[in-house]
Every structure is written in C-alpha cells, then in structure tokens.
C-alpha cells in the first residue's frame, strides 16, 4: 500500500482564495481524520469522518473550512476564502476503526502558505 | 491542564540514552503511542503499549508505563544523528487518540 496520499505537498496563495487540500486515505481504512500543525498550537484535530460521514467538526476553526468525503477513497479539506493565519502543514490520516495498536497511519502533509 | 503533557525541548549527546516523558489525565485508554515526526514529513507510529503492560522494549526503544503516577516514557538507547525528531505521546479515548504536543529532540555531538 502507497499509505496515506496527500496533494498538492506545497500550495501557495493569495490572501482571499480558495485553497482545496486532497486525502486518500489507505484503502480498507474507514476513519479519516484532518489535522493542522503549527508551531504556536501543536497538532490540531480539524475534523474526523468514520464510514464517510463526519463525526466530529468542532475542531473546525471558522465557516470559512468545509470538509466531504464522498467516498471511502477520497476527501477534501477546502479553505474559502483562505487568510494568511490559515498558513499551517494540514495532515490527513486514516486508521481502521479507532485505531487500535495500528494507531493512526499519516500522510505527509500540505504545507499551506497564505500571503 | 492539557491532558497529554510533554516537555518541549530535550538535549542529548549522540550516544547516549534519551528519555522522553509524558503525563496525562485519562486512566481509560487503552492504547498508548509513542510517535516520531521527521522534518518535513507527517507523524510515523514508533511503538504502543497496551494499558496492562509496565514496559515494552523493541531493539534500542523501552517505553514504561506507570499507570499509578499515569506516566509514560519512552527511552531511546545509544541516541543517533537519525533520531533526531519531534516525538508524540498519544493516548487512545473514546474512538479517537489524543496527542501531546511532541518534544524536540536534539542530538548533540
């Protein structure tokens, strides 16, 4: 398995756009979970889906985030409009079920760069 | 307080032993992780230990696990330039796992 794919790597954007992050999750895995890091918060859960429906959006910072996972093979973080405090590495990672002693399994993350 | 605390920063001389601490609140979990981030890279599960075990040891890694004191440690034997990297304590809850913000190790030569 290829683990956890996570595009673009790098994004750059002007202040006021539309930023739309990409995940596929390991296949087979049914929990996928959106996280953001940064140097002054740590790892941030954003949101978490389980069988495709999303359970827990509270980590959700502001209106301006949305998340879908329209399928067990893919799901979308879309920031709209973006601002430069958005400027962060958003990680997605999958596990089966709750994790387990497999834990989480992470991708590489997008590094997010908002000017 | 957070309910998974790590000290941010630790300094060890290549070769030696690092050992890096966590504390936490939540005598339920069951499962409790030990993981490493790489620069530039996402977080990578090192090791686990279930919560009816004392210690685990896998080649140069030992983590114990102090259920009274709800501390746990991972120690790092003979400390190379590799293992350089932020380390995370996580814990299982509910259906989530929860993370500590990561220590940095720094590797001195």
């Known amino acids: 398995d290829a683990g956890v794919i996570q595009s673009p790597r790098h994004e750059v954007t002007e202040m006021g756009q539309e930023v739309t992050l990409r995940c596929k999750p390991i296949?087979?895995?049914?929990?996928l979970f959106w996280y953001r890091q940064t140097m002054m918060r740590g790892l941030e859960l954003l949101i978490y889906f389980n069988n495709n429906v999303p359970i827990d959006d509270s980590g959700m910072p502001e209106d301006r985030f949305s998340a879908k996972m329209p399928n067990a093979s893919f799901s979308t973080l879309k920031i709209q409009p973006s601002e430069p405090r958005d400027s962060a590495v958003y990680f997605c990672?999958?596990?089966?079920?709750?994790?387990?002693?497999?834990?989480?399994?992470f991708g590489s993350g997008t590094r997010l760069t908002v000017v | 307080g957070e309910d998974v605390e790590q000290s941010l920063f630790l300094s060890v001389r290549e070769g030696d032993s690092s050992v890096i601490n966590c504390t936490y609140t939540d005598s339920s979990s069951t499962y409790l992780y030990w993981y490493k981030q790489e620069p530039g890279a996402g977080l990578q599960l090192l090791t686990y230990?279930?919560?009816?075990?004392d210690m685990k040891q896998d080649q140069r890694l030992t983590v114990l696990l102090n259920k009274k004191d709800k501390h746990l440690s991972l120690r790092i034997a003979d400390t190379q330039t590799g293992d350089s990297a932020i380390y995370f304590c996580a814990l299982s809850r509910d259906d989530k796992i929860i993370f500590g913000k990561g220590t940095r190790l720094h590797i001195l030569p």
């Open positions: 990672a999958s596990s089966l079920g709750s994790g387990g002693a497999g834990g989480y399994t």
């Open positions: 230990i279930f919560s009816n075990m």
């Open positions: 296949s087979g895995h049914n929990s």
